[in-house]
Each structure stands twice: as C-alpha cells, then as structure tokens.
C-alpha cells in the first residue's frame, strides 16, 4: 500500500513537472513550504493579519507578510523599499503601473509562495522565489496593459545605474516600448525579474497556478496552489 501511494505521488511530481518544467528545490533542511514568508528585506519573520493593508495589498490583510508601512510604500514611485524609479523611460501608465504594484503587493505580502522560496547569497536577502506559476490571464493582461509604456532592459533585477540613488538607464541602453523587449506575455513575466515567475498554461481558478492579485471577499485562492505544490514536492521525497 505505502509503494503504491509513493508511485501515485511521484507520477503526480511528474505530470506537474511535465507541465512547469523543474520544480524548484528547497534549501536544506526546509520544510516549512505553507504560510511562511521570505527571509529578506522587509518581510515579517512569520506571517500574521494586517487588518489597514494599503490598496493593492488589501487582499492579504487576513494573513500576510507585509507590513502596514510596506504596503503604503509599495505604492509609491520612488519608495524606501527598493529605491526603484518605475518611471526611468518617462512616466509609466497608471495602467500598468497597477500591475506591478499587485506584483511588488504579491511579493512582499503573500505567505503563499513556499514551495518556490530558494536559498540566495545576496545582500538585501537570504531567500527569492524561482519558477512561481503565475495564472496565464495574469500574465497576458500584465503585458497587453504595459506593452505601450517604455524601459530600457529586459532584466530589471540588474544592470541599472544607480548612481543617482534610484534607477537609472545604463549607457547604451536605449528606451523602447515594454513590446520592443519583451515581444509576448511570457517573455515579460518569465524575465523580468530573472524568473521569478514561470506562467502557467493554467488559469485562474484552476488551483494550479498563483494569482497576482485576487477579491479577499472570495477568500485566497493561492493557498490551495501552494498546498497542491507542497504535497507534490514532499511527496517525491519520501
């Protein structure tokens, strides 16, 4: 019976790794893969209600991993989180802007990203996310809302002139429309931010793939994603 069981977890590891490619592997001695947040910069060490989350980050008020001061300045264009100039080819569209307010809200809040946490030697953290299935309409509207606004690169995790304080456009790095750089949805979503995110041929709803953003009054549906994924991973190792 637990050889059978075992057969049926690894066939479902596969199936799910047909579909995503590698699943990412976890630190050393991890285990921890549900509602758990990142050991980086501005995370909370464990995730807890934040009942006056600001905008976009309302949605994780019932359990996040943001604070209420991380909220307010992920709104912003030039925060203290990163120093980060989202307007460094010109003003970007509202439009657009909304979609990496929810990405940076997703980022810092969600205590549902477990299974893709991996180990990173970097000086603002200890831990990133690799590979998170990110729900295809997710994706598709992200670039059909930004394909018109303006950057300078195709990675915006590094290369940047930061000279100045914030981001600025290296040498030679000509603005052109977010199209120019990134030609479809995925290669928005995938490059970005060095693979953060992998999208999904899955939709939302599906319990198969992480949504941005989503209606708090539904309730997370990125929960049942991440213990989908978590029993997937664990299961292949045992």
């Known amino acids: 019976m637990d050889m059978a069981w075992k057969i049926t977890q690894l ?24 509602n758990v947040c990142m050991d980086a910069k501005h995370h909370k060490a464990k995730p807890s209600p934040e009942d006056k989350l600001h905008g976009q980050c309302s ?21 203290y989180l990163y120093r980060f100039n989202w307007d460094h080819c010109g003003p970007m569209k509202p439009a657009c802007k909304r979609h990496f307010i929810q990405d940076t809200c997703l980022y810092e809040c969600s205590p549902n990203l477990g299974p893709w946490i991996q180990e990173v030697n970097q000086s603002w953290r200890k831990e990133r996310i690799l590979n998170v299935p990110l729900c295809k309409e997710d994706c598709e509207s992200w670039w059909e809302d930004c394909r018109t606004s303006y950057t300078c690169k195709s990675n915006w995790h590094k290369g940047w002139n930061w000279t100045s304080g914030s981001n600025e456009c290296p040498v030679k790095a000509a603005c052109h429309r977010f199209d120019f750089y990134f030609p479809t949805p995925a290669a928005l979503c995938n490059e970005i931010w060095s693979h953060s995110f992998k999208v999904s041929n899955y939709s939302r709803g ?20 991440a213990r989908f994924y978590a029993e997937a991973m664990n299961g292949a190792e045992l």
């Open 206 to 225: 599906s319990g198969r793939c992480i949504q941005m953003w989503f209606d708090p009054a539904q309730g997370n549906p990125n929960e049942e994603v």
């Open 11 to 34: 066939l479902l590891l596969a199936s799910v790794t047909a579909v995503w490619g590698a699943l990412p592997r976890t630190q050393q001695g991890r285990t921890d893969l549900l």
């Open 59 to 79: 949605p994780w008020k019932k359990n996040a991993c943001c604070s209420v001061s991380t909220s307010q300045e992920a709104h912003k264009d030039v925060s």
